[in-house]
């Protein structure tokens, strides 16, 4: 009875949890008349359900285009955060130097400074660059972002791998690049994996930089894209925009429960060969 008791709650807590999304899921089909009358119940369908406002959030509202440049310019920043945040990692975590550690707080300190007291600064940098309204502001902008915590995080996994691990491939040898290469950076997957899911889901969902730099429907993410094209004053396009998130949920969640084995699988084979 103590196991029912404790499964019955874990599935009310799904439940409770899951409440928010299947609200929007549900008001996403759901008619103008319906959705309005205060007299309905929220999570049923008093009125046939349409599909009219998926179909609008596609062809008045463009997300299709949104999506797309939500996905290269995330993909594009966490190619620049992983080439540039695993070397730097990699040379603080074996920098024999009594600075190497108050140097990387430091840098982990940069990425708590907010971004409402950068984006003039950079706004300057964007202009005399000629990125102005384009998306490509965005792929130079994010990693400011995203490096330093990135290099925080991956400073943890490397320390935990051995030195003797690369001092052996070096002996067989390799170069400390290779030796990088194909034995550390191996070991340290679910940390790349963590960046990885970082880096693309903090790009994804920032809106600050993305609203002061891009103006352009055509050159919109999804955080900004979706709310400046579905909320047009005091009009609310309810039903479009609880469909772009279930459009975006679904997507990202099944992209974290992909991951989520790595993660574990890493942590463990970690733990059995230490």
Not at 8 to 18: D, M, P, T, V
Not at 62 to 78: D, I, K, P, R, Y
Request: hydrophobic share 55%.
């Amino acid at each position: 009875m103590r196991r029912v008791g404790v499964y019955l709650l874990a599935i009310g807590a799904a439940f409770f949890c899951a409440a928010p999304f299947l609200w929007s899921l549900i008001t996403a089909f759901k008619q103008n008349r319906d959705l309005y009358n205060p007299n309905n119940n929220p999570f049923l369908y008093n009125r046939p359900a349409t599909s009219d406002h998926i179909i609008y959030l596609f062809d008045r509202a463009a997300f299709g285009t949104f999506a797309w440049n939500t996905v290269w310019v995330g993909v594009l920043v966490v190619l620049i955060t992983l080439a540039l945040g695993l070397p730097a990692a990699y040379a603080l975590a074996r920098l024999d130097r009594p600075w190497a550690g108050w140097f990387g707080i430091a840098i982990f300190l940069i990425y708590l400074v907010p971004p409402s007291l950068l984006f003039l600064s950079l706004s300057r940098i964007v202009v005399a660059l000629g990125l102005q309204d384009s998306t490509w502001s965005l792929v130079l902008i994010y990693p400011t972002i995203t490096i330093p915590v990135s290099i925080w995080l991956l400073i943890g996994f490397l320390k935990a791998v051995p030195r003797d691990i690369e001092e052996q491939a070096m002996v067989d040898g390799y170069s400390r690049l290779g030796a990088f290469w194909r034995a550390v950076v191996p070991l340290t997957f679910p940390g790349i994996v963590a960046v990885i899911v970082f880096a693309f889901t903090l790009t994804a969902s920032e809106f600050i930089y993305a609203l002061s730099f891009v103006s352009p429907s055509t050159e919109k993410v999804i955080s900004t894209g979706v709310p400046t094209e579905l909320i047009r004053g005091d009009v609310f396009f309810w039903q479009s925009l609880q469909a772009a998130t279930v459009l975006v949920a679904v997507p990202l969640a099944l992209v974290f429960n992909l991951f989520l084995d790595r993660f574990i699988a890493g942590f463990t084979q970690g733990a059995v060969k230490g």
